[in-house]
């Protein structure tokens, strides 16, 4: 392959949809999990609603991008192949990251994912949204740092606020106004939640 000399366009949001485990293939999840979960196609398939904030943004001229980095470990375990997830976090500049937790099962894969994206770009912000995300967001902000937001139910009203926010550097100071989000702040990182439609 020949690197391109041109710089690589950054992302205002990168969507990102997370395989069920990056360990499932040496650690098999138990419990209420069968056996094949994230290692077949069962739940590889990106929910439908974040195809519609991907839209959302675009028709409004941001920058946004999405990758389903469950089918690429998939296609990589398929053919066994590596799958270097640092390698294709750091080709894949954004102001944010957007991660997918709607499904329990996506739970060990997507916090593997936010955790690998804040130690590889420390500056980043990373959200996540779904029904799980939404139903925790709780343990998710007091028990894992690398997290930044969670977004609370319906995303639809929230994702183009946030985003400009972002973009323009200002989150702090209208993340009050952006309804239905839950964050950490403040010196003591406590988590505020704002109004919920």
């Known amino acids: 392959k020949i690197e391109s000399e041109e710089p690589r366009m950054e992302y205002d949001v990168l969507f990102l949809h997370p395989p069920s485990s990056f360990k499932k293939v040496k650690y ?13 196609d069962l ?23 999405f990758l389903n980095v469950g089918r690429l ?6 053919q066994e192949e590596s799958f270097d997830l640092v390698h294709l976090i750091k080709n894949l500049p954004a102001v944010s990251y957007g991660i ?8 060990p894969g997507a916090l593997e994912l936010a955790e690998t994206i804040k130690k590889t770009i420390p500056h ?4 996540l949204g779904g029904l799980t995300s939404t139903y925790f967001y709780q343990e998710l902000l007091e028990d894992f ?8 139910g319906e995303a639809d009203e929230v994702i183009v606020p946030l985003i400009e926010a972002l973009k323009r ?6 993340k009050g106004k952006i309804p239905n989000l839950a964050y950490r702040s403040g010196v003591d990182r406590s988590i505020t939640v704002n109004r919920v439609r």
């Open 124 to 127: 980043s912000f990373i959200f």
């Open 145 to 152: 740092p690398f997290i930044d937001a969670v977004v609370l």
């Open 100 to 107: 997918d937790l709607h499904w329990a099962v996506h739970t």
């Open 43 to 65: 739940f590889l398939h990106a929910p439908v609603g974040l195809m519609a904030l991907y839209h959302r943004l675009k028709k409004q001229g941001f920058n946004p991008g």
């Open 28 to 40: 098999p999840l138990s419990g209420i999990f069968p056996d094949e979960v994230g290692t077949n």
């Open 169 to 174: 550097s200002k989150l702090h100071s209208c």
């Open 73 to 78: 470990l998939h296609r990589a375990i398929e």
